[in-house]
C-alpha cells in the first residue's frame, strides 16, 4: 500500500469515530420502548362532530401514516402490544373569501376547521401519552372548482393526512 491508501483509511476511520461519537445513528432510530413494540391497532375514530364520515376518513389516514412512517405492523385491537384511538371533536365549516395563488380573492370558498383528540395505550388500556390538534383546511385549490362536495372531501382527506403527521410526531417522536 502507498502513502495515498494510508491518508484515504485514515480519514475514513476519522469520519466513523466523528459521526459514530455524536449520536448520529443508521437504521431503526425509534426509541427502545417503541422497538419491542412492534405492532400497534388503530380502531375505527369516533366521531362527535357533525361531519359525516370523518372518523373514517381520520382512520384510513392514521392507518397509512403510522404503518409507513412507524414501521408498525398494524393488527386487531385484541392482538397489539399498544392501541392508538383517535376521537373527532369537532369540525366546524364556513364560506369566507379567500386569495388564491395567483392573488385573485375567490368568494364562497368552503374552509374547515377539525379538532382531534388521540390517545397511545398499551394493551391494558393504560394510557402512554395523549395529544389533541387543531388544524384547518379550504378547498380553494380544489381539482373540480364549481364540484364543492368532491373538493371538500379532498380538501378533508389531506387534512387528515397531515394532522396524522403531526399526531405522529407528537405522539411517537417522543415516547
Known sequence: MNQKHYSYIIISLACIILLSACGYKTGNTRTHELRKVGTLAIPLFSNSSFEAGAGDIFTEAARRVFALRGGFK??????????????????????????????????????????????????????????????????????????????????????????????????????
Open 74 to 175: 398494524l393488527k386487531q385491537e385484541g392482538s397489539a402490544s399498544y392501541i392508538l384511538k383517535g376521537h373527532v371533536l369537532s369540525s366546524d365549516s364556513r364560506t369566507e373569501a379567500l386569495k388564491n395563488r395567483t392573488g385573485n380573492t375567490r368568494s364562497g370558498v368552503f374552509s374547515q376547521t377539525v379538532a382531534i383528540e388521540l390517545r397511545l395505550e398499551d394493551s391494558s388500556g393504560s394510557l402512554i401519552k395523549e395529544c389533541r390538534i387543531v388544524d384547518k383546511a379550504d378547498a380553494l385549490g380544489g381539482e373540480y372548482p364549481t364540484d364543492v362536495a368532491h373538493n371538500r372531501n379532498v380538501a378533508l382527506q389531506v387534512l387528515a393526512e397531515d394532522m396524522m403527521q403531526r399526531a405522529y410526531n407528537e405522539i411517537f417522536e417522543g415516547f
